[in-house]
């Protein structure tokens, strides 16, 4: 099989930066651009180390962890611990998430995993990985604008009563 260096560093960089995107929106942070093409280059950079390294698996572990953790961090605005905790968690949450979600419907249409040196390496092509990661990122940032909304009109509301010969109780908005 022929890896072209080029392909895999695009492919990882723009799956990076997605999910980076997605980050930022989940734990409410700013996205400055420059931040997120420095991260996903990383992150792209980062994936052509496993080819050239021959790493144990618990390095290759290790490596991916530490990756990760750069690349949330890198993509962090923020100059406090908390913010870049939260990136780090709800990246990797994501991550995993689309990893599962891919490797789901790759071994649903009968694609093939071949163990490899710590990582699966699958033979799935790559247009299909990029129209499963963007319906992803599509899905996932509909989810994220539904549950910041709901959050919002929950907050913004206030329970009210009206007491008679009957009680009504309801919840009403209030503005400023």
């Known amino acids: 099989m022929v890896v072209y260096i080029e392909y895999a560093f695009a492919e990882n960089a723009l799956l990076d930066g997605l999910l980076l995107y997605l980050s930022l929106k989940c734990v409410r942070l700013r996205v400055s651009v420059p931040r997120l093409l420095l991260a996903s280059a990383a992150g792209g950079a980062e994936s052509l180390l496993f080819p050239v390294l021959s790493l144990p698996v618990w390095a290759g572990y290790l490596a991916k962890l530490l990756g990760g953790v750069l690349i949330a961090v890198l993509g962090c605005p923020s100059r406090k ?74 907050r913004a509301s206030v329970p009210c009563v009206i007491e008679g010969r009957r009680t009504v109780h309801w919840d009403a908005l209030y503005d400023s």
């Open 81 to 154: 611990l908390a913010p870049h905790a939260g990136m780090c968690a709800v990246f990797f949450f994501l991550t995993f998430a689309l990893g599962g979600l891919l490797a789901a419907v790759s071994s649903f249409f009968g694609a093939e995993f071949a163990e490899g040196r710590g990582f699966l390496i699958g033979r799935t092509p790559v247009s299909f990985v990029l129209v499963a990661a963007f319906g992803f990122f599509f899905g996932m940032a509909a989810l994220v604008r539904f549950v910041h909304r709901r959050r919002a009109v929950a």
